[in-house]
């Protein structure tokens, strides 16, 4: 035992324990994190239960456990079900837990249709009738679904189309007349600098255009209702387990299936579908359903904005701090503040960016450039800009001390070689001492996005919000709108796992986000990696 203890074996089996207990412990959090998240899309058969109080329903079946009574001899011996019954518009709740016990019949009907609509959850049911105006086109069970199947199909490019016409044409016209609004407010501003001057050739010419936009505006609405009225036309309607009738535009449809009569192939065609519209749909019903593209394209963006923020500024100070700072008490207290700074708790640099971007800043490049606009603000309130800059402060620490670092396991005959053939200090640190820091400076820039793109207490007050449904980049001049608040996978997280009016509804896109937020930031991380590794592989020297 003391030659054992002598030669570190005990240390090491140590280590080695508490470095396999980790990875136990993230390939755990991992796989519970996969199974409930990406189960969730799985379509799972519809069963019609008889209580033996007569009442009869018909669901899903999302959960079985014991019944906990603590100090009898029944304590989670007995069992109960969760069922997911939809239908929130007619019953006021989506699940409902039933004692096995009180259970008389289980079955799986076969004319079962689960359908997903735009508002109030799934609608769970067998249909009755398929019309078309006031012409019914279909009864019957059968029928209606060889009917409504291609119809479904149709109400998607029906939304498309409208979604195009709303967004489009009406918000390129919109954002034409809020240009014209917009001038007429900056020629008032300036008349009142300016009284001597005539503006009544400019306001005239103003006053046509907006005209000409505000009618092409009314026929483009008209159109809109147009379509909106032929697309909601046909109507098909459900009977539920309770015998009440439903009726739904099937312009209101994204998905149905009968989902006792699905073959193993049609259940992996309904679960890619799914997850599809996951990750590239907009989220409808309060966030609990649809899908979170918002929510990833603001993620990544502010990541990479924040990084584009966050490095430049981290390697110069770290520069500063390792090649031209003289080595002092300044320089060791400031390394300190440094190193205090990246311990210190996320919401205060949120306070931060609040006080000094959103109002100073931000306030501040509204008097002087967006003077027309007020008193409603453009930068002078929180946006994917001010956020990025928040969690850049919050980053570049991690940053400094990383790029110090790198700097420093820079052999010094590197730079004496470069200095001997005549180089200048800013030539060696640019062509020499860089890029042989560069792998170091990457590592950084890793921490940094790993931690950037978890934060989420910042961005609750310095931009991000609930459901955005315009993206910092569009179509519209300048093309990038930094100004704009934007979705944030963390934000959502939290969002619908504890803001949200319907927790159970809303726990599996709480374990799908979560994958989704692992994966964004596993691809930025690899992409630095492979960046740094190649990087290292190029300037390989004895140092490393």
């Known amino acids: ?33 996969l199974v409930n998240g990406l189960g969730f ?21 999302v959960a079985r456990e014991g019944i906990p009574r603590p100090g009898t001899s029944d304590h989670l011996r ?27 019949r289980r079955e799986r009907p076969e004319d079962a249709l689960y359908i997903e609509r735009r508002e109030y959850g799934p609608l769970i049911g067998a249909a009755a009738r398929l019309t078309d105006g006031e012409r019914e086109v279909a009864s019957g ?115 149905a299936c009968p989902a006792n009569r699905l073959t193993t192939a049609g259940r992996a065609r309904v679960y890619a579908s799914r997850l599809w519209e996951f990750v590239s749909g907009d989220p409808r019903e309060s966030n609990t359903e649809g899908g979170i593209f918002p929510a990833i394209f603001g993620t990544v ?40 700074l990246a311990g ?66 820079v052999p010094r005959s590197m730079r004496e070689a470069s200095l001997a053939t005549g180089a200048t200090k800013f030539q060696t640190i640019l ?9 170091g400076i990457l590592t950084g820039l890793i921490l940094a996005m790993a931690r950037g793109a978890g934060e989420v207490a910042p961005l609750m007050i310095t931009g991000v919000v609930k459901l955005a449904p315009d993206l910092p980049v569009d179509g519209f001049f300048p093309f990038l709108h930094l100004d704009r608040k934007f979705m944030h996978l963390g934000f959502h997280i939290y969002d619908v796992g504890f803001q949200s009016p319907n927790v159970e509804a809303a726990k599996p896109m709480v374990y799908a986000t979560s994958i989704l937020l692992l994966l964004v930031v596993l691809l930025l991380n690899l992409t630095a990696i492979i960046v740094r590794n190649r990087l290292r592989r190029k300037y390989q020297t004895s140092a490393f």
Request: charged content about 25%; aromatic content about 8%.
């Open 1 to 33: 035992m003391t030659r054992f203890s002598e030669r570190g074996d005990a240390a090491i089996w140590l280590t080695g324990t508490g470095l396999g207990i980790s990875l136990l412990m993230i390939a755990g959090m991992i796989a519970i994190i």
């Open 41 to 61: 899309f799985w379509p799972r058969p519809i069963e019609r239960i008889t209580l033996d109080d007569g009442t009869v329903l018909m669901g899903e079946i």
């Open 78 to 104: 007995q069992f109960r079900i969760q069922m997911k019954l939809g239908n929130r518009d007619l019953s006021g709740a989506d699940f409902r837990w039933i004692d096995e016990r009180a259970i008389l």
């Open 141 to 255: 069970s059968e029928a209606v679904w060889q009917a409504l199947a291609p119809l479904v199909a149709k109400a998607g490019r029906d939304r498309a189309r409208i979604r195009r016409l709303e967004r489009d044409a009406i918000g390129g016209v919109n954002y034409q007349i809020e240009r014209e609004r917009l001038r007429l407010r900056a020629i008032e501003l300036e008349s009142r600098r300016r009284p001597d001057r005539d503006f009544t050739a400019e306001r005239a010419a103003i006053e046509r255009r907006t005209a000409a936009l505000q009618a092409r505006y009314a026929d483009l609405e008209q159109e809109l209702a147009g379509a909106v009225e032929e697309a909601a036309r046909t109507r098909v309607t459900l009977v539920t387990a309770g015998g009440e009738e439903k009726e739904l535009a099937t312009l209101d449809i994204f998905r």
């Open 301 to 340: 963006m502010m990541v990479l904005i924040m990084s584009g923020l966050a490095v430049p500024f981290g390697v110069l100070a770290a520069l500063y701090l390792r090649e031209y700072a003289r080595q002092g008490v300044l320089v060791r207290m400031v390394r300190v503040a440094v190193n205090n």
């Open 344 to 409: 210190v708790p996320s919401i205060v640099f949120g306070v931060f960016g609040l006080g000094f971007f959103v109002y100073l800043v931000g306030g501040t490049i509204d008097q002087v450039f967006y003077a027309e606009r007020l008193p409603a603000p453009t930068f002078g309130t929180g946006g994917i800009l001010w956020a990025s800059l928040t969690l850049g402060l919050l980053t570049v620490p991690v940053v400094i001390v990383a790029a110090e670092e790198a700097l420093a396991a």
């Open 431 to 439: 062509r020499v001492v860089l890029p042989a820091a560069a792998p």
